[in-house]
Every structure is written in structure tokens, then in C-alpha cells.
């Protein structure tokens, strides 16, 4: 990313059919924190890497509760994010105020996305350098959204967003056809891998870095204590302890046997 003459505002097209401001807004959804989303039949999960600017601050939140059956994951600048969830909860109260029920996910999704999609229309203002991964469990079943700054939206079974995130998404992609058959616990643990095959070298993933929302059917949006996500990453060490101790008995069983008096 550099500056050229084709960047100076958002409604200027290069040659080549580019809007610079906005690939520059796309840039800092990739060059933000991780997060995650994975669905089967009945629950959403979200994961998120929790970022702390120095070792005197606390980490910040990157899960957030819209409503009762809609949470989001937010990649990029959260200043910007946090405008969007005030628009998405004041729009999600006012619908159940009017109409007295749950306004549908991909309704609001599309709203969103419209939001992002003016920006880059108008010189007045900069597109959000934003990405959210939108959970919902409504009346059509369990659904999760993507939403970019350009304005599009996409609903996935599984999506991993911001710096790192290859790795993660390379991880779903092995994994998803299982996620159907996955009750709730063995989803999330899926999620925890995930978030672990992003970090880089030897940095283990633990409580304090990682966060974890469940929502289903009969479960309103909830971010797991730490409690339980620790529980869930001493299960995951449990597991791998064992594959590897089973990967060495396999091998061992297979060396030839040398007799000492031959």
C-alpha cells in the first residue's frame, strides 16, 4: 500500500477500475486482530483474538451482543465498530418495539452493508475500516454473516477475518463438512483451534487473549467466562497429549526388533 494520485478521495476511480480508499479500508479489516465464526444446524460460535496496545492496559472486546439472538465479531478499527453496533442495537430495539418480535438477521445485515456501501459514494466521508462477522439464530435457523467495507455481505458456514487469518481459515476449511455432526462443546473447541493455528511461533493461546461467544436456538447470545474457556483449552491440551502419545507408541511398535547375540 502507497499513496498515488488516484487515492486523494473515495469517489476517484484509478485507471485500472480501483477505489484506492477503499482497498486501503479492506487493508485494515487484514490488519486487524483475528476473529472467527462456525455454524452447524443449530448453534453459531464466534472466537477472537483480545489485544492489549502494552502490558498497563487492559484488553479490548471484540464481541459484542446486538440482541438476544444476534452478536457480532468485529477486525479493524473498533472505534469505527462501535458505531455500527449502535446503529445495529438501536435498530434491532426498534424493530422489537414496533412489531414486538425479533428483527431477522439478514434484513439487518443488508442495512449494514448498505451503510458501508454510501461511503463509498459520497467525498463526505471515509468508508469504515471494519469487517464484522455477524451471528443470528432467528425464525430461518442459525446464520453468519460477513460484512466488508466495500459493501458486500456473504453468509458462510465458516469464516476467519483479520491478521493471520489464512492460517485459520485453512483450518475451517479442512474441518467444516464436521461441523453439522459437532454438538455445542466440540464446536466451540473447533473454534479455540482455530484461534490457536493463527497465533505466530511458539505463542500459546490462553484465557486472557482468547474470547468466545455461543448462541443457539434455545440460548440467547452469551460470551463464555474465562472459566470455561480455560476449561475448554486444558481439554484441547488433554487431547493432543494423547494423539501424541499414541503417534509415538504407533512408531515404536513398527521398529525392528534387533537381536543382540546376531
Not at 90 to 105: D, K, M
Not at 194 to 219: I, K, M, N, R
Request: aromatic content about 8%; charged content about 25%; some cysteine.
Amino acid at each position: 500500500m502507497f499513496r498515488n494520485q488516484y487515492d486523494t478521495d473515495v469517489t476517484v476511480w484509478s485507471p485500472q477500475g480501483r477505489l484506492h480508499q477503499v482497498e486501503y479500508a479492506m487493508e485494515a479489516v487484514n490488519q486487524g486482530t483475528v476473529c472467527l465464526g462456525l455454524r452447524n444446524k443449530t448453534h453459531v460460535i464466534l472466537a477472537a483474538l483480545k489485544r492489549s496496545p502494552n502490558e498497563l492496559a487492559c484488553y479490548q472486546k471484540k464481541l459484542f451482543k446486538i440482541d438476544d439472538h444476534m452478536g457480532i465479531a468485529m477486525s479493524g478499527l473498533t472505534a469505527d465498530g462501535r458505531s455500527l453496533i449502535k446503529y445495529m442495537r438501536t435498530e434491532a430495539l426498534n424493530h422489537r418495539y414496533v412489531y414486538g418480535s425479533e428483527i431477522q438477521g439478514n434484513r439487518l445485515v443488508l442495512d449494514v452493508a448498505d451503510m458501508h456501501q454510501r461511503c463509498t459514494q459520497s467525498y463526505v466521508r471515509r468508508p469504515y475500516g471494519v469487517g464484522l462477522l455477524v451471528s443470528v439464530v432467528d425464525a430461518t435457523g442459525p446464520h453468519l454473516y460477513a460484512t466488508e467495507p466495500s459493501g458486500n455481505y456473504y453468509e458462510y458456514v465458516a469464516m476467519a477475518i483479520g491478521a493471520r487469518s489464512q492460517t485459520a481459515r485453512t483450518y475451517l476449511e479442512r474441518e467444516y463438512l464436521t461441523f453439522n455432526e459437532c454438538n455445542e462443546d466440540e464446536l466451540i473447541k473447533h473454534s479455540l483451534k482455530a484461534l490457536a493455528a493463527s497465533l505466530s511461533g511458539d505463542t500459546e493461546l490462553d484465557v486472557q487473549s482468547a474470547s468466545v461467544s455461543v448462541l443457539g436456538p434455545d440460548q440467547s447470545f452469551k460470551i463464555l467466562p474465562d472459566t470455561e474457556i480455560q476449561k475448554y483449552l486444558d481439554i484441547i491440551t488433554l487431547e493432543q497429549g494423547n494423539n501424541n502419545n499414541n503417534t509415538n507408541m504407533d512408531v515404536d511398535q513398527d521398529e525392528p526388533i534387533i537381536d543382540p547375540d546376531a
